[in-house]
């Protein structure tokens, strides 16, 4: 894919590495997965899951879309840099792959579990939705 090429080749120190790593990895643990360039980023889709990135400003973003997917990151780094499914790493940040490789299967091959707690936090965020419009 022409236009990933291009995307990772313009990235900047040392955000370059990174994108390579991230590419090189969910490709490996997913061969199947369906890469585009949605949004005009890095997209993989497995199915009806995904996993985006992208080359921001000053950092990297690395978006799942669910808070339950990245969840275990947050709590290992406590500090990180997060919003609701996203996560943002400057390029002074710690990039540990490990648990960003965590980050990538929850997103791409969520477990029941996982998807248990997502419907769950989806159905309390409706029913506190309901009780402050009444």
């Not at 061969?31 to 950092?59: C, I, R």
């Not at 400057?90 to 248990?116: C, G, Q, S, W």
Request: one cysteine or more.
């Amino acid at each position: 894919m022409k236009e990933l090429e291009h995307y990772i080749a313009e990235l900047p120190e040392p955000r370059r590495p990174r994108g390579e790593a991230l590419h090189r990895l969910v490709t490996q643990l997913y061969p199947s997965v369906t890469v585009s360039m949605k949004y005009k980023m890095p997209t993989y889709h497995l199915g009806v899951h995904y996993l985006a990135w992208a080359s921001q400003k000053h950092y990297l973003s690395l978006y799942t879309c669910s808070s339950q997917r990245i969840a275990g990151f947050v709590s290992r780094h406590p500090h990180a840099r997060a919003g609701v499914g996203c996560l943002r790493f400057k390029d002074k940040d710690e990039f540990p792959m490990p648990d960003i490789k965590k980050v990538i299967k929850n997103a791409l091959a969520p477990t029941a579990a996982l998807l248990r707690r997502e419907a769950e936090a989806i159905s309390m965020a409706r029913a506190s939705g309901r009780r402050a419009r009444k």
